[in-house]
């Protein structure tokens, strides 16, 4: 079992910056693929970045490339998402998420994840 806790979401103005966390525990962290996911009300959660186990390769949606950048610490157990330049439309809760798969281009979708957090909230105000 696996247990994943997103933090760092928050209120701010469009342009501002946030750094989410996600601490993870109860299996080996340093196999497998991380992920974040986010959810808007009434839209189906999408795919924002995704990151190898080594750290190697990393995948972004379209929307968020140039502004956010997913790494990851194997010592700590952590994965980070830092967001700049953040826009209204990047209001949602965001969800840390791993898969065992190794199989990095299955990364962009929701199925692969084996593990969710319970999430965190972004809200970017106009």
């Known amino acids: 079992q696996v247990q994943l806790v997103e933090s760092g979401g928050g209120l701010v103005q469009a342009g501002g910056s946030l750094r989410l966390s996600c601490a993870a525990s109860?299996?080996?962290?340093?196999?497998?693929?991380m992920g974040w996911f986010r959810q808007a009300p009434g839209k189906d959660r999408g795919f924002v970045a995704a990151?190898?186990?080594?750290?190697?390769?990393?995948f972004y949606a379209d929307s968020v490339k140039g502004r956010f950048t997913i790494s990851r610490d194997n010592t700590k157990n952590m994965v980070y998402l830092q967001m700049n330049n953040l826009k209204p439309e990047d209001t949602a809760v965001y969800y840390c998420?791993?898969?065992?798969?190794?199989?990095?281009?299955?990364?962009?979708?929701?199925?692969?994840?084996?593990?969710w957090g319970q999430g965190t909230q972004v809200t970017v105000s106009s």
């Open positions: 990151i190898s186990w080594s750290g190697g390769f990393t």
């Open positions: 998420a791993s898969t065992k798969s190794d199989y990095t281009h299955s990364y962009y979708y929701t199925l692969v994840y084996d593990y």
């Open positions: 109860g299996r080996t962290f340093s196999s497998g693929g």
